[in-house]
Nanobody, 112 residues
Framework: QVQLVESGGGLVQAGGSLRLSCAASRPFFTFNSMGWYRQAPGKQRDMVATITRGGTINYADSVKGRFTISRDNAKSTVYLQMNSLKPEDTAVYYC??????WGQGTQVTVSS
């Protein structure tokens, strides 16, 4: 079973930045895709950013120009750099692999 551990969440003021990390228990070459999703209370879980094994990146329209997904294959770690944060970005952020494996989530709270 794959284990995914997220870190880097916290409380930040609007306009601030955070970087999330997701460490996987097995090498990234075993995955076809990796990414970040988020879920606010009472809302569905939505895709934020994904990256394929080949390096193709996709962002939700709401975060384009503000968030950047990247990876370190040697460390089996995916990152999400979040800049210019808005209160609407407040959610639990989950790491995902191959649309099936999930981390436990890390809380991001953006105050106005």
């Amino acid at each position: 079973q794959v284990q995914l551990v997220e870190s880097g969440g916290g409380l930040v003021q609007a306009g601030g930045s955070l970087r999330l990390s997701c460490a996987a228990s097995r090498p990234f070459f075993t995955f076809n895709s990796m990414g970040w999703y988020r879920q606010a209370p009472g809302k569905q879980r939505d895709m934020v950013a994904t990256i394929t094994r080949g390096g193709t990146i996709n962002y939700a329209d709401s975060v384009k120009g503000r968030f950047t997904i990247s990876r370190d294959n040697a460390k089996s770690t995916v990152y999400l750099q979040m800049n210019s944060l808005k209160p609407e970005d407040t959610a639990v952020y989950y790491c995902n692999e191959d649309n099936t494996y999930w981390g436990q989530g890390t809380q991001v709270t953006v105050s106005s």
